[in-house]
């Protein structure tokens, strides 16, 4: 019953169906697992309390091919071979009992070849766990599948020395010695759970220890475990969770449910952080923190993801996902969430800005290239594949969207009626959409094509004021383009809030909004949620006294792309005087992009490139205003920032992208700015350098404007220029201070940028984390004949093929960088397939991550589609090519 016979060995990727969904015919009650961890090989024995549901069905158990089956048996007895079929994807067991049953299996598997880093594996010589999605069919057969959720208990054995931690989920409710030097512990989790949320935990680990009092005073033990020379970079972390756990209390009145939580940290994580019950696996990436190792940005991720994965205790653990295709009512729901923690602990501006540019930079490029699916897909091979910015990040602007539709309490009445209905349940998005819907009595139905519908909706709006009437008047038009599998024939008008100030135009404030359409606004109202769900619609501010300048889509409140009419003039105004943040940056931001856009068109037909200088003045008037004893200097940096290369790529049309150009374009742009103010930016810089470092939020915001000022200023060609920034580069006391100018020489043929990028090896070798800031940097280098520095890199000490996080930083970063991967020549192209191809018999997730750098080959010009083409079609003909690496690179070609 072993041998998986070779055609099913060959079997072609198969596409799952969101519309062939069935109920599970058995259900499992308790299953009780017992883990015998060896040096050589791994003993998994599972007992299953079986629940039928519907009798006579074949059993269908997900179990991966890498495992050896070692024993089936029903009620107690061998199950007997005919009535078992192995395949590739795991075992049918047919004539089974009519009544309950237990079912007990026995597995041996190798976690210490594990490289795939799904399952149980090692990770720095200690076993962890990653079974989201489908990795718990590597360690057992199991109804691998979130709809099925039973109480788990878990024993393990290992031994003593090598691994004295012992962890899995629940309590802890036996240990003690055993055998031959070895110890076992026994954990019990009492809340019902899926599969995926199983957590296994072995190691020689040290840890901190906390403790937090929920609402209804309830004591719960906090620990975080990381290998021992790293356990005083857990402190952030810890704080991080803490406020994590009030703030879901204060919000939304959630409460944690057991009385011990655990994040262990480990260095070989394919993503960021596992929200496993009770037992949290976090990438290392998102625990350690200490000034000297990791930056400003780092803390930021570190509080965000801590966050994220705590509040998945709800909202995904407490209310799971029937299937996979509802992956974003979890994750959707989650970063919102987190998106809400973080704005509520720091800047909600700034949080909305960073949140809104890597939507535009990653999301959009996705949503209209040729992996664009609906935030709840309908098929996928590998559901690996799914865990993307639009699931996520277009899944939280959604959630987003019902709190500016249903108002705040509205929001959270919706989100009391969801877990009322489906505490326990594993549930669907059309679930929480009529939870949000019933709690407020109010018809949604317009909104439900944002789960339907791939693609950003397009929205056109124009304005006019009209004295005589006293109205001014917003017409909007909205379309969705054509994705793969849905013409734009096919998509409907959907429902978007539009939110809406007006700004007098002598004042540059608010006026109050009287009424819009006939319909009277709350007094004191400045800000109109227009409701938007046609594909035509007008709307009419009444009793305007005077001609005012529209805010319009402020907090950017819908993710779509949006036309106004708006003159260069208005947004100079709103840049100057707009009450919401993110609207005063997106006034600059549209400035920009079309000066941008301009540029690029004048530099590809050889014209002289010109710079507007009232976009020059504007950005002084901005930067002065860093002066001010109130300046919000976060906002202050933010707003100085230039649309990045991706996103300008985002807006030129398919088959003409010269990333050369895109450059230059940028290039020039930034070197303009830079000489024109180059006084202001160095007297802003010098104001904002602290005589030492804090970790206080003025602090941070005085860090981030002098650093975007020296990344102003490294486009300055002066070489006083390369001195100062390795100058600062030696004196910083600070990892942010470190990168922000070890990353102003980058680009920079000098001795100096040689002199800086050595030291820091010097200083940082030894620390993997910091060594891939060290590979990131380097990896996104505009110095000419950059590919062969990364090629270097990959034979080089600081590089592991076989750790996400290095590949992430060195091809990731080499990926994203347009002069070496564009690079005309298409050497860039085929050595990211080669590392593609290597990868994909070593971790096939990490591989079809990789193979995404090739999606948007049809943005560029003809030769360079032809090269990158031709990387596609020789990917796709490789032998044993991984179902993952298949998928995106069979979609890309589609
Ligand atoms: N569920 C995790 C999160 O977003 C992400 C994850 C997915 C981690 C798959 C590992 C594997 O919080
Ligand atoms: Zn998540």
């Not at 072993?2 to 596409?15: F, G, L, M, S, W």
Request: with cysteine; glycine share 6%; aromatic share 10%.
């Amino acid at each position: 019953m072993n041998a998986i016979a070779d055609e099913v060995t060959k079997e072609k990727p198969k596409t799952i169906y969101l519309k062939d969904y069935q109920t599970p015919a058995y259900e499992f009650e308790h299953v009780n697992l017992s883990f015998q961890l060896n040096e050589e090989h791994t003993t998994v024995s599972s007992s299953i309390d079986v629940r039928v549901q519907r009798k006579k069905e074949t059993l269908f158990l997900h179990g991966d091919k890498s495992m050896q089956l070692d024993a089936v048996l029903v009620n107690g007895t061998q199950v007997a071979d005919e009535r078992l079929t192995r395949t590739n994807a795991g075992l049918f067991v047919s004539g089974l009992p009519e009544e309950d049953f237990t079912l007990k299996i026995v597995t041996t598997i190798k976690p210490q070849e594990n490289t795939a880093l799904e399952g149980l594996y090692k990770s720095s010589g200690n076993y962890c766990t990653q079974c989201e999605a489908e990795g718990f069919r590597r360690i057992t057969f199991y109804q691998d599948r979130p709809d099925v959720m039973s109480k788990f208990t878990t024993r393990m054995e290992a031994a003593k020395d090598k691994y004295p931690v012992l962890l899995s989920n629940g309590n802890l409710i036996d240990s003690g010695d055993a055998d031959g030097g070895r110890h076992f512990a026994v954990w019990e989790d009492p809340w019902r759970k899926p599969s995926y949320l199983f957590a296994l935990v072995a190691g020689n680990l040290a840890k901190i220890e906390d403790s937090f009092t929920t609402m209804s005073g309830k004591k719960v033990d906090l620990r975080i475990y990381t290998e021992p020379h790293n356990i005083d970079k857990a402190d952030h972390a810890m704080v991080s969770l803490i406020k994590s756990m009030k703030w879901d209390e204060d919000t939304f009145g959630l409460e944690y449910d057991l009385e011990l939580f655990n994040i262990v940290a480990v260095d070989d994580f394919n993503m960021g952080a596992m929200e496993n019950k009770s037992l949290n696996v976090f990438n290392s990436r998102l625990v350690f923190a200490t000034p000297k190792t990791a930056t400003d940005a780092d803390y930021a991720a570190i509080e965000g993801v801590v966050g994220h994965e705590y509040f998945h205790n709800w909202t995904g653990n407490r209310v799971t996902c029937r299937d996979w295709f509802q992956l974003s009512l979890k994750e959707g729901l989650t970063v919102y969430r987190d998106q809400e923690f973080s704005s509520d602990m720091n800047s909600r501006g700034v949080k909305r800005i960073g949140d809104v540019s890597k939507l535009r930079a990653a999301q959009f490029p996705q949503d209209s290239g040729p992996m664009a699916h609906p935030i709840r897909p309908e098929e996928y091979i590998k559901m690996d594949n799914f865990y993307t910015v639009t699931v996520y990040e277009k899944g939280a602007e959604v959630v987003r969207m019902y709190e500016s539709l249903l108002g705040k309490d509205g929001f959270r009445k919706g989100m009391d009626l969801y877990f009322e209905r489906h505490d326990g349940c594993a549930v669907t998005t059309e679930d929480f959409f009529s939870a949000m819907a019933d709690a407020n009595n109010t018809d949604l139905s317009a909104f439900k094509p944002w789960y339907q519908q791939a693609g950003t909706p397009i929205v056109d709006v124009k304005t006019s004021y009209d004295a005589s009437t006293k109205t001014f008047t917003l017409k909007a038009t909205q379309t969705v383009p054509a994705t793969p599998g849905q013409d734009a024939s096919q998509k409907k008008a959907v429902l978007m809030p539009i939110r809406v100030g007006l700004l007098d135009k002598s004042t540059g404030k608010d006026i109050e909004i009287a009424s819009v359409n006939g319909v009277a606004q709350e007094k004191g109202t400045t800000t109109a949620v227009l409701r938007f769900d046609q594909k035509e619609q007008t709307f009419t501010f009444e009793n305007v006294e005077q001609d005012v300048v529209p805010s319009i889509l402020r907090n950017f409140s819908a993710p779509i792309k949006m036309t106004t009419d708006l003159e260069e003039g208005d947004l100079l105004f709103l840049m100057a005087n707009d009450s919401d943040p993110f609207n005063r940056w997106e006034a600059g931001q549209t400035l920009f992009r079309s000066l941008l856009v301009k540029l690029i068109a004048d530099e590809t037909n050889g014209k002289a490139l010109e710079m507007n200088t009232k976009i020059t003045d504007a950005l002084r008037k901005t930067i002065e205003g860093a002066k001010a004893a109130d300046a919000d200097k976060a906002f202050i940096a933010r707003a100085m920032m230039v649309p990045s290369e991706s996103e300008l790529v985002e807006m030129l049309e398919p088959g003409t992208v010269d990333p050369d150009v895109v450059k230059a374009a940028r290039k020039f742009v930034m070197k303009s700015l830079a000489a024109d103010l180059r006084p202001l930016l160095e007297e802003t810089a010098k104001a904002n350098s602290a005589p030492a470092y804090k970790n206080e939020p003025a602090d941070r915001a005085m860090r981030s404007l002098k650093n975007t000022c020296l990344g102003y200023l490294s486009y300055v060609d002066a070489p006083e220029v390369a001195k100062d920034a390795l100058e600062r580069y030696q004196n910083a006391d600070n990892m942010t201070d470190k990168i922000a100018t070890l990353s102003a020489l980058s680009d920079k043929v000098c001795a100096e940028r040689e002199t800086a990028f050595d030291a820091f090896y010097q200083e940082w070798q030894h620390d993997p984390l910091v060594m891939c800031k060290w590979l990131s940097l380097q990896a996104a280098s505009g110095v000419p004949n950059n590919l062969g520095n990364v090629k270097a890199l990959l034979t080089h000490p600081a590089f592991d093929i076989k750790n996400p996080n290095k590949v992430y930083s060195l091809i990731g970063g080499f990926m994203s960088n347009p002069t070496t991967f564009h690079q005309k020549d298409g050497q860039g192209y085929e050595f990211l397939a080669d590392v593609i191809l290597q990868l994909n018999d070593i971790n096939q997730q990490v591989a079809a991550r990789m193979a995404g750098g090739f999606t948007r080959w049809r943005k560029y010009d003809p030769s360079r589609q032809a090269l990158m083409k031709k990387q596609l079609e020789r990917i796709i003909a490789t032998e044993n090519l991984s179902e993952n690496v298949y998928e995106i690179v069979k979609k890309s070609l589609d």
